[in-house]
């Protein structure tokens, strides 16, 4: 009986010894994100680290070309087609990111409101997302021609004595690749509004209620602040999207009629794949533009940020 005591203080005055633990595999992760990790090298990094290379070079598709320092950035400020689509891009940015911003807003808006057929609505709006772009575009192309259902709806109506060249005219060719854009972006933006207006404080909108303010002041000036940051982060995904337009224009005019609706991403295709052969030249436009998306990218983290902070 002493014995057993004197060891069972023994034992409690020392640690006891733990099995040891097993030896860490490092192999293991590296199994499973090495796949990732050689898909991202080869079509990413490895092609990311080309372009900067070529973009000092004369090269051409087929190969070849020597170094010319600046001389292709050179050329690309010094050229009127340059500059004449990033008029077009620029305005593409200022016609889409607005209405992106402000249909997806009024639509989350809408379906977060408890009414009669927003479950109808859900995934009408949704349906957009699963579509590529290529296929949005076809269609939009159908629907926007001289003979198309727009045309054939409003001559019908009686709306119009001959068709409106939506495709076809300086002016109207750009405006339409930007509704198609609005069309197909609108969903998921929607979507991620419609997240953040899930997390918005009812106290605070039971409150203004209690205080006599109708729906509509609730809304703008309770709701949508509390969204600030997202509202933020939408609107510059929407201008990044707007920036680097290409199959919209590409597969609805083709960049046409002349060069009214080319831009920046298109006049890089031209020169650097279809039908030229620059690949130097059409490197160096692609690192401007990587250069112009940071600097979006950088002004939506910055007023995400700031709502958040707010």
Known sequence: MTATAGTVRRSAGRPSRRAPLRR????????????????????????????????????STVGGGVFTGLANFATI?????????????????????????????????LINTKMRGAGIVRPILFSPLVMPMAVVAL????????????????????????????????HLALISSVLVT???GCGLYTLILLAALQNVSRELDEAAELDGANWLRRTISVTIP????????????????ALRAFTE??????GGPGTSSTTIVL????????????????????????????????????????????
């Open 226 to 241: 509390q969204i600030r940051g997202t509202i933020g982060l939408v609107a510059g995904l929407a201008a990044i999207a």
């Open 182 to 184: 609005v069309w197909k």
């Open 77 to 109: 400020f010094a050229s009127a087609a340059f500059w004449d689509a990033t008029a077009h891009t620029g305005l593409y940015i200022v016609l889409a990111t607005p209405l992106l911003v402000g249909i997806s807003l009024g639509l989350a808006i």
């Open 267 to 310: 006049y890089l295709f031209t020169k650097g794949v279809s039908p030229g052969t620059q690949a130097g030249y059409a490197s160096a436009i692609s690192l401007v533009l990587f250069v112009v998306v940071l600097v979006f990218a950088s002004i939506s983290w910055a007023a995400t940020r700031k709502g958040r902070l707010r």
């Open 139 to 170: 269609m939009f192309q159908y629907v926007l021609s001289s003979n198309g259902l727009v045309n054939q709806i409003l001559s019908g109506l009686h709306l119009i004595s001959e068709p409106i060249p939506f495709l076809t005219s300086s």
């Open 24 to 59: 860490h595999r490092w192999w293991v992760p590296v199994l499973f994100i090495g796949p990732v990790l050689a898909i991202q090298l080869t079509f990413l990094f490895l092609p990311l680290g080309n372009t900067f290379v070529l973009a000092f070079t004369n090269a």
């Open 249 to 254: 224009p590409y597969v609805l005019t083709g």
